[in-house]
């Protein structure tokens, strides 16, 4: 009996040891997978987080040319530079000139290259290649009268639904003022400089958003960032921001949904914010608590 006790204890350790190394390879095969599903998982977000970024970029040198003391004039010529690929825009300088700026170029000298190409072809006489660092406003200026919600956002025929944004924030804590010489400030301050400019550019689809977008755009390369070109796309980039979070140089999107964006503001404070209403009207002021806005509003993003 002993002998038979012995053999099936023998027996059942080996069985057992068998078990306990088959369990340990199965383990380390579901390590392995485990390992695996992780490695593909971050290499599928990889670009995504690399698309992200490429949205958002400091800008480089940019050409800026022009001294117009008619508005008309300096849209004329920036039409003439888009007619030919050239994404231009034009501002109002302090001393109420007006000029035309394009162009994110790596280095000095390859922007001063276009620009000369651009003499040679007389499409213009002289021009000044502006730097990264330039900041072009700091200083306040008095706002322009709030005015009526915009045409091309009330002529939308897309059906109006409760906005849900997909991605809703957490309410954050409150978070302190920004200084004179944030970033943000400075493109609210920027934002405000346009208010009461006839903008008219950007493409004549309003209803997708062209022309807000180009403005907002155009503020942010005044301050040294480039961002997307459409609504939808600068919506997709920068941080999410609640509401009750907003602070100066957020934008601000309004749409019939989410994925229904067709307007967009800069947020300058005291709950207004800086809009391009329709093409050829006038940028002005509005209030996020407006009811036609506040129905309408979707999200907010930060990019400083």
Request: glycine share 8%; charged share 25%; hydrophobic share 40%.
């Amino acid at each position: 009996m002993n002998l038979c006790f012995t053999a099936a204890l023998i027996k059942a350790t080996i069985y057992l040891l068998i078990s306990i190394q088959i369990l340990l390879i199965h383990l380390v095969a579901m390590s392995f997978r485990i390992l695996a599903i992780l490695i593909s998982l971050i290499f599928m977000t990889l670009p995504a987080l690399a698309a992200k970024s490429t949205d958002l970029k400091r800008l480089g040198h940019a050409i800026q040319m022009g001294a117009f003391a008619d508005v008309n004039n300096a849209e004329r010529f920036t039409n003439k530079l888009q007619a030919k690929g050239i994404e231009a825009f034009y501002f109002r300088k302090d001393n109420g000139i007006y000029a035309v700026r394009f162009g994110d170029f790596p280095s000095k000298s390859r922007a001063r290259a276009v620009a000369d190409k651009l003499v040679a072809s007389r499409m213009i006489d002289s021009y000044y290649i502006a730097p990264p660092s330039e900041v072009v406003f700091t200083r306040p200026k008095e706002t322009g009268l709030e005015k009526p919600a915009p045409v091309e956002v009330q002529n939308s025929h897309e059906p109006l639904h409760p906005v849900v944004p997909k991605e809703t924030p957490e309410k954050a804590p409150s978070k302190p003022a920004r200084k004179n010489g944030d970033m943000g400030t400075i493109a609210a301050r920027t934002a405000e400089r346009f208010v009461g400019i006839p903008y008219r550019w950007g493409g004549d689809n309003v209803v997708e958003g062209m022309d807000c977008s180009g403005f907002v755009r155009a503020v942010y390369n005044l301050c040294g960032l480039s961002i997307p070109r459409t609504s939808r796309d600068q919506y997709r980039a920068g941080d999410a921001v609640s509401k009750d979070d907003l602070q100066d140089g957020d934008l601000v999107f309004f749409g019939a949904s989410a994925d229904k964006i067709n307007h967009v503001g800069i947020y300058v404070g005291g709950g207004k914010f800086v809009h391009a209403p329709r093409r050829g009207e006038e940028i002005r002021v509005a209030s996020v608590d407006d009811n036609y806005f506040d129905k309408r509003f979707v999200g907010a993003r930060r990019y400083f």
